[in-house]
């Protein structure tokens, strides 16, 4: 019994902190070996191929050095599928926060409004859908001849637009879809973090006479901040990685005005077969996603006491 007493101790160690640590290391094992086989191992082997020339067998066939890096430096269409996506990121992600907030404050269990549960579910579900699938949905809303979003223009006397088919028109149209489609997600986290600041708040507030609009600007917007940050972080990688939306509705046109940079990464990958090359533009959004989630966190991060 004491040598069974002695092996326990061994493995799970002799004081409670030393238990309580070993116990949560076992736990988090199976987490660490999926992050390292679907993100590390990836991410040495990107950088290993950026380096070598590679075979159309997958073969590393030849060290090249520092080639692969300056062929992407000097790819104008690499850059253009670059600023293409930045693009897409300002028109898509402060517009889904701001409308995500606007519905969250206006259905949290705070409001009166009928059938709240009912416009929950709604604003929801699409996220609950493929972006396949809504692509193919709203690449028919967007026709220019058929399609019902002109035809409700042309009813009300708008003129008609080309929308998915236009250069100028395309990423401005991608950007409602993709508004359309995340906005139910970051109105549920938005309705978690307004129902749990202390309704205290508000009733001090009131009786020293501040207005509704003081009372969002001193206590809601500051203690949503830790929301509005992990909204904003995820928001920024799910426009600068996409891929599906614009692939499935427009394949990158017309005229690649909606070529984004992970499309471009793809055709370099794996249908023009340049392997090294495409590593090296994943290397690059890599280190863009890293840059701008740690000005994120630097910039939004202010912790709030009251």
Same mark, same amino acid.
């Given at each position: 019994?004491?040598?069974?007493?002695?092996?326990?101790?061994?493995?799970?160690?002799?004081?409670?902190?030393?238990?309580?640590?070993?116990?949560a290391y076992i736990f988090l094992t199976p987490c660490i070996v999926f992050?390292?086989?679907?993100?590390?191992?990836?991410?040495?082997?990107?950088?290993?191929?950026?380096?070598?020339?590679?075979?159309?067998? @997958?073969?590393?066939?030849?060290?090249?050095?520092?080639?692969?890096?300056?062929?992407?430096?000097?790819?104008?269409?690499?850059?253009?599928?670059?600023?293409?996506?930045?693009?897409?990121?300002?028109?898509?992600?402060?517009?889904?926060?701001?409308?995500?907030?606007?519905?969250?404050?206006?259905?949290?269990?705070?409001?009166?409004?009928?059938?709240?549960?009912?416009?929950?579910?709604?604003?929801?579900?699409?996220?609950?859908?493929?972006?396949?699938a809504v692509a193919f949905v709203w690449q028919y809303l967007y026709q220019?001849?058929?399609?019902?979003?002109?035809?409700?223009?042309?009813?009300? @006397?708008?003129?008609?637009?080309?929308?998915?088919?236009?250069?100028?028109?395309?990423?401005?149209?991608?950007?409602?879809?993709?508004?359309?489609?995340?906005?139910?997600?970051?109105?549920?986290?938005?309705?978690?973090?307004?129902?749990?600041?202390?309704?205290?708040?508000?009733?001090?507030?009131?009786?020293?006479?501040?207005?509704?609009?003081?009372?969002?600007?001193?206590?809601?917007?500051?203690?949503?901040?830790?929301?509005?940050?992990?909204?904003?972080?995820?928001?920024?990688?799910?426009?600068?990685?996409?891929?599906?939306?614009?692939?499935?509705?427009?394949?990158?046109?017309?005229?690649?005005?909606?070529?984004?940079?992970?499309m471009h990464i793809y055709d370099l990958a794996f249908k023009w077969n340049?392997?090294?090359? @495409?590593?090296?533009?994943?290397?690059?959004?890599?280190?863009?996603?890293?840059?701008?989630?740690?000005?994120?966190?630097?910039?939004?991060?202010?912790?709030?006491?009251?």
């Amino acid at each position: 019994m004491n040598k069974m007493n002695k092996v326990i101790e061994k493995i799970c160690g002799k004081t409670v902190k030393q238990r309580q640590t070993r116990i949560a290391y076992i736990f988090l094992t199976p987490c660490i070996v999926f992050f390292g086989i679907t993100f590390v191992y990836p991410l040495i082997q990107a950088g290993t191929l950026s380096f070598f020339r590679v075979s159309v067998g @997958g073969e590393l066939a030849k060290f090249v050095g520092l080639e692969q890096y300056k062929k992407i430096l000097y790819d104008d269409l690499f850059w253009y599928s670059m600023r293409n996506t930045l693009y897409f990121s300002v028109l898509s992600v402060p517009p889904t926060i701001i409308l995500a907030l606007v519905a969250a404050l206006l259905l949290s269990s705070t409001t009166k409004v009928i059938l709240r549960g009912f416009f929950r579910s709604i604003y929801f579900l699409p996220i609950t859908c493929s972006f396949v699938a809504v692509a193919f949905v709203w690449q028919y809303l967007y026709q220019p001849d058929y399609g019902w979003i002109n035809e409700i223009f042309i009813k009300v @006397g708008l003129p008609f637009q080309m929308w998915l088919n236009s250069p100028t028109q395309v990423l401005p149209s991608l950007a409602i879809t993709n508004i359309w489609m995340r906005l139910g997600f970051d109105m549920v986290i938005f309705i978690a973090g307004l129902e749990s600041i202390p309704l205290e708040y508000y009733e001090a507030a009131i009786i020293d006479g501040a207005s509704k609009f003081q009372r969002f600007k001193d206590i809601t917007l500051p203690l949503l901040n830790p929301q509005i940050l992990i909204i904003s972080v995820l928001e920024i990688i799910n426009v600068l990685k996409t891929f599906d939306l614009p692939f499935v509705a427009t394949s990158g046109g017309p005229a690649n005005s909606s070529r984004v940079v992970v499309m471009h990464i793809y055709d370099l990958a794996f249908k023009w077969n340049e392997i090294g090359a @495409g590593s090296v533009a994943a290397l690059f959004l890599f280190t863009l996603i890293m840059v701008v989630t740690l000005l994120q966190w630097k910039v939004f991060r202010k912790p709030v006491e009251y």
